[in-house]
């Protein structure tokens, strides 16, 4: 079994910066795919973005040009840049990989 867990996440103004991070931890036995969802209050969680094992990114078009996956396989971790925030960006952020979920970071974007 492995294990996601998120942080990060936080109150920031609309025009501003987050960097997430996730951290996997437990039986792992290979590199996986990974990804960061997006669930906005009232909503179904959304593929945000989504990075494979050997580097290639792929993103939501609502969040193309102002985040940016990445992982860092030695810590097994990956990361989500979030520049130029909007207030519709908030919402609890999950990390998924190994066919896991993480518990979720809330990002908070005040107008």
């Known amino acids: 079994q492995v294990q996601l867990v998120e942080s990060g996440g936080g109150l920031v103004q609309a025009g501003g910066s987050l960097r997430l991070s996730c951290t996997a931890s437990?039986?792992?036995?290979?590199?996986?795919?990974m990804a960061w969802y997006h669930q906005a209050p009232g909503k179904q969680r959304e593929l945000v973005a989504a990075?494979?094992?050997?580097?290639?990114?792929n993103y939501a078009d609502s969040v193309k040009d102002r985040f940016t996956i990445s992982r860092d396989n030695a810590k097994n971790t990956v990361y989500l840049q979030m520049n130029s925030l909007k207030p519709e960006d908030t919402g609890v952020y999950y990390c998924?990989?190994?066919?896991?979920w993480g518990q979720g970071t809330q990002v908070t974007v005040s107008s």
């Open positions: 998924k990989g190994w066919n896991n």
């Open positions: 437990g039986r792992i036995f290979r590199i996986s795919s």
């Open positions: 990075i494979t094992s050997g580097g290639s990114t």
